[in-house]
């Protein structure tokens, strides 16, 4: 695989993530008020582990994605890596992100009056954070195309969603699936310069902002208008009671189905109603297996845009709707499969917990590690010392200190936004 390859594949999956996280102690409070014994205390606890677990993999995930093969040009198919986890790794952090912020702004229940407006302006201070570090970390040059930066866009954008209820966040997930695409490809085919910033620095954002502002929203590696459809539907699960196994259970189901049929509405399109002969005819320069390339794990470039048909493509990364709802689908199975874990297992889980509570640090160091290039030597061998060192990392850190390092700047800044705010409402009242 060439260095361009491993350069889309690696910005291309993310925490990323979360790899920004809600806060353990707002995760973890009662949505609702009243008092709780220690058991309904326990089952917060397992709803967080089950989260950070489901994170800690998707980091995982990311890790081999942007180490290792995705496709094996001698038999013409997807490696393991790539089936698993392209665009699959990218697509959970995005949903656990939106988990995350239910937890924060109220868990099942939202919050309300002043407390919503102090849970706003704290994910604002959050999405600025995120958005900073990845402006700076851009500088790196790193072989990933950067999410922190669209991971800022993001949680923008999520604030006026906040305070919906979980009917119209599935709604808004399902419009943004489905009208995401359509901007996207729009903004292609119109827009100057659409490549301009995949991997947006703080130098790019002081001397071009409207194209960096194009680059996040519409024709980037993770166009927001098109993401916000895992970021909504995170939101939603988050608001839903994740301790019950009935809910569990259905996550699992329901999430299947939505991938079944996801991939088989495109293989319908693509095989049996011409889209595949079609693409083919509109790209006379692709070849056959290199559209399979992007069917299966992803493009080396953007998506063409020479005819409509690619817009039923299943590709992660391709932005079309059924790519954003099979990925969509995965997460959530994923997410239901690591709530369902039982409490033996998930013991046995404590160094892919302990990952997916510091995912912001330790994607920060990840792209650290790619900026050297160091991987390409024996790809296996570094992807298994990055795990192992993530997950000694995490496991000592959260041991000995607690939370990340990152984690706990951010949720120190963040704190204490909430606080003023709440302050500065009381003072109001109290005046008037």
């Not at 702004?105 to 407390?115: E, L, M, N, P, V």
């Not at 201070?125 to 922190?148: C, E, K, P, Q």
């Not at 700047?409 to 204490?416: D, E, P, Q």
Request: net charge positive; hydrophobic share 50%.
């Amino acid at each position: 695989m060439t260095e361009d390859h491993r350069r889309s594949d690696t910005a291309r999956h993310h925490s990323r993530f979360g790899p920004v996280g809600g806060e353990k102690s707002s995760a973890a409070a009662p949505a609702s008020s009243g008092g709780r014994g220690k058991r309904d205390v326990s089952r917060d606890d397992r709803r967080v582990v089950g989260v950070d677990a489901a994170r800690g993999y998707a980091l995982f995930g990311m890790t081999a994605v942007h180490t290792l093969d995705l496709w094996n040009d001698e038999v013409g198919r997807a490696t393991l890596t790539g089936l698993l986890f392209s665009g699959k790794s990218s697509a959970l952090f995005v949903t656990l992100a939106g988990v995350s912020l239910a937890f924060v702004s109220g868990g099942r229940a939202s919050s309300t009056g002043r407390r919503m407006v102090a849970a706003r302006w704290s994910v604002a201070a959050r999405a600025v954070l995120i958005a900073i570090a990845g402006l700076l970390t851009g500088l790196l040059d790193a072989a990933a195309d950067n999410i922190l930066v669209y991971y800022g866009m993001f949680f923008l954008l999520a604030i006026p969603f906040l305070g919906l209820r979980i009917r119209y966040l599935l709604l808004s997930s399902a419009l943004f699936a489905l009208l995401g695409p359509l901007l996207v490809w729009w903004a292609k085919t119109s827009l100057p310069s659409t490549d301009a910033y995949e991997d947006p620095t703080i130098v790019d954002l002081l001397t071009d902002p409207l194209a960096v502002a194009s680059d996040v929203l519409l024709t980037g590696a993770y166009p927001a208008l098109a993401w916000m459809t895992y970021l909504c539907a995170g939101l939603a699960l988050g608001r839903m009671d994740l301790r019950s196994l009935r809910v569990q259970v259905r996550l699992v189901l329901i999430g299947a189905a939505l991938t079944c049929l996801a991939w088989g509405s495109s293989f319908v399109a693509l095989h049996v109603l011409g889209g595949f002969e079609a693409i083919r005819r509109a790209t006379p320069w692709m070849s056959s297996q290199a559209i399979d390339e992007i069917v299966a794990v992803e493009p080396d470039s953007p998506t063409p845009t020479t005819t409509l048909w690619w817009l039923v493509v299943p590709g992660p990364h391709t932005h079309t709707p059924l790519a954003l709802l099979l990925c969509l689908g995965t997460a959530v199975v994923t997410l239901g499969l690591f709530l369902l874990v039982p409490r033996a297992v998930t013991k046995l889980l404590a160094p892919l917990i302990a990952m997916g509570s510091m995912t912001f640090t330790l994607y920060t160091a990840h792209l650290v590690f790619l900026s050297f290039d160091a991987y390409e030597t024996a790809p296996l061998l570094w992807f298994w010392i990055q795990a192992t060192c993530f997950a000694l990392f995490a496991v000592l850190w959260q041991r000995t200190i607690g939370q990340g390092p990152l984690e706990k700047a951010v949720s120190t800044v963040t704190r204490g936004v909430r606080r003023r705010v709440l302050a500065h409402g009381a003072a109001r009242d109290m005046s008037a």
